[in-house]
Structure formats: structure tokens, C-alpha cells
């Protein structure tokens, strides 16, 4: 299994996905980069991924598709969401996706996914998909973290192999990426779906310089979020349920 990724540990970078980025040209499609600590983890939305020590996952799968797949790249995150539902299930918790790609257990946030395309003079070169997952912390270190947070070790009461999570979560996520890459969002659709903790609830998207209110009618087939207002419908494919 260990031969369908190529396994990168680092031990000290200022974030994995930028480290993937500025060694992309050397690095073969489906790379997987971990870091033990992370002095400048990215977030969504130009924010920050906190370190919260020893034990905890950073990692940046390096995907070099076919463009032909192009009309997908944005669901990757998605389908990373899905995957690692999957994994946290067999831990036995109750995980949840807040659009579009936010894995909570127990209304808090447990995981960050963060997709970067890597341009150059108008070449696609790759993505890097980074995903941080709180596996082993302190309750206290959530204190200085605005929104409602925690880790697998806090929900389920005992430490977390980060070696074995790590393993579990690649081998699920190459195990069906071509088939992902391949059908896009309606691959995993379903599943998405029966994780989302948002729908028919009444909320606020931030997106960068704006807010948007209404009603979470749906997903479409292109897993964007579908709010329903007064007099229409509007389809958000970007931003942050507040
Ligand atoms: C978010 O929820 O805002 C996304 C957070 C993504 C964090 C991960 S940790 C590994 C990878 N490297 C980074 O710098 N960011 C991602």
C-alpha cells in the first residue's frame, strides 16, 4: 500500500503547503508532505493554522492531474472532507462537514483543508492540498482560538497515533482519487451530503469583502451551496459559514 504515495517527513517547515509549492517541479504526483511542526501554518480565507505541538497532523498531498479533470480540481477539498469522515468514523466519533470543506466533531472545528493551484506563466503545475488535523492536544490550548474547537484525543479520551492516522487517511484518499478525479463532485455527493450539518439552517457566508444571509437549501451537483432568500435563489461556490 506504502507504494501508492511517495512518503515526504519533514521535520521543522513554516507550513507544508508552501514548502510543496516551492518544490513542486521536483516532486513527483502524488506526493505526500508531512511536517512535525509547522512555524507558519496557512488557513482559508488568508488566516492562520495554529501548531498545537507534537503530535497533531500537517500534511500537503502534491497532485499533479490530467487538466482534462480541470472542471474538478475544486471539489478536492471536498472529497478530502468525505475521506476524512471516513477515517475519524473509525475512531467512533460522529464527524460533520460545514461547507464547504470544515470537519467538525461535536459542532467543533477538528480539521482545516487548504487547496492551492500552483501557476506559472499560465502552466498549471499542480495542487497542493493541505490538511491539519487536531489528533493529540491540550484542552486549554483551544482557549486562545476564536471559534469552537477541538481534537480526536479530547472526544475519544486516549492519545493518537499520528503514524497510523497518517497511513489510514493517504491510503483512503489514493484509494479512490481516480475515480474521483474521473466523476467530480457527484462521486462523493451522497456522502457529502449525509455529513453536512449546515442544510435548512439560516446563515451568514463571508467571503472575502462581503457577507451573504439566507436559508441553506442544498448542494448542487457541483457542491456549491445553494441559499435560498426572499425572491431568489442564489449559489455561493466560495466563503465561510460564519
Ligand atoms: C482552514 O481551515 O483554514 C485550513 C487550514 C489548513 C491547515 C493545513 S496544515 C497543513 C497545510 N499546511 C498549511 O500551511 N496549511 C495546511
Redesign the pocket.
Known amino acids: 500500500m506504502k507504494d501508492m504515495f511517495n512518503d515526504i517527513n519533514l521535520n521543522n517547515v ?5 514548502w510543496a509549492k516551492e518544490h513542486l517541479t521536483e516532486l513527483h504526483d502524488r506526493s505526500v508532505v508531512t ?1 512535525q511542526t ?1 512555524t ?6 488568508n ?1 492562520s ?1 495554529m501548531d498545537l505541538g507534537e503530535g497533531n ?4 498531498f502534491v497532485l499533479k492531474p490530467d487538466l482534462k479533470y480541470s472542471s474538478h480540481f475544486s471539489n478536492i477539498t471536498q472529497y478530502l472532507s468525505v475521506i476524512l469522515c471516513r477515517i475519524l468514523e473509525k475512531y467512533e466519533v460522529a464527524p460533520q462537514i460545514k461547507w464547504p ?2 470537519v467538525l466533531v461535536n459542532g467543533k ?1 477538528i ?4 487547496a492551492e493551484t500552483s501557476m506559472s506563466q499560465n502552466n498549471f503545475n499542480g495542487i497542493v492540498l ?3 488535523v487536531n489528533l493529540n492536544a491540550k484542552a486549554e490550548s483551544f482557549k486562545s482560538i476564536d471559534k469552537p474547537a477541538t481534537a480526536l484525543n479530547l472526544e475519544i479520551n486516549r492519545e493518537i497515533n499520528l503514524e497510523n492516522f497518517k497511513t489510514e487517511l493517504c491510503e483512503e484518499f489514493f484509494g479512490q482519487y481516480d475515480e474521483f478525479m474521473g466523476n467530480g463532485f457527484l462521486f462523493i455527493m451522497d456522502e457529502y451530503i449525509k455529513h453536512a450539518c449546515f442544510l435548512n439552517k439560516e446563515l451568514t457566508v463571508a467571503q472575502i469583502n462581503k457577507n451573504i444571509s439566507g436559508t441553506a437549501k442544498g448542494i448542487n451537483e457541483h457542491g456549491e451551496l445553494v441559499l435560498a432568500q426572499q425572491d431568489k435563489d442564489i449559489i455561493l461556490d466560495i466563503g465561510d459559514i460564519l
Open positions: 513554516n507550513s507544508t503547503n508552501q511536517a509547522q507558519n501554518g496557512r488557513g482559508r480565507l488566516r493554522w497532523l500537517f500534511l500537503t470543506n470544515d472545528k480539521a482545516g483543508i487548504l493541505g490538511i491539519g
